[in-house]
């Protein structure tokens, strides 16, 4: 090794070395080797998994067609009730008897 060399860290010293004997591969200290570690995949969903993913999936749409019947249910009987108001308003009114009897004025006011 140079004297150049020796100034270096150990660390560096031992690079140097495996570079120039053709072993390319750095040493993995131990942090490396946590760092590099692939985090676990999760596992599978099972069948049970699926099952139980659907039945929520029925609950909650079962519950919102019981709202939908229930918003449609509300809607009717404002409707309703609607009809049966303008239904008992539907009694012909005609004014014009009253202005036919009414003497008819020559005056401006």
């Known amino acids: 090794m140079s004297d150049s060399l020796k100034s270096l860290p150990p660390e560096l010293q031992s ?3 495996q570079i120039v004997q053709g072993n390319t591969y750095p040493p993995e200290s ?3 080797a ?4 692939p985090t676990p995949t999760p596992p599978q969903p099972s069948l049970m998994d699926h099952t139980i993913a659907l039945r929520q999936e029925v609950a909650q749409l079962s519950s919102q ?4 019947g229930q918003v449609t249910e509300a809607v009717g009987q404002a409707v309703g009730e609607l009809y049966q108001l303008f ?6 009114s005609d004014y014009s008897g009253s202005y036919q009897t009414q003497p ?6």
């Open 34 to 37: 946590a760092i590099a570690k």
């Open 30 to 32: 131990p942090h490396q």
């Open 87 to 92: 239904r008992a308003q539907t009694a012909t």
């Open 65 to 68: 067609v019981q709202a939908i």
């Open 104 to 109: 008819e004025v020559e005056s401006d006011y």
């Open 15 to 17: 690079r140097i070395n």
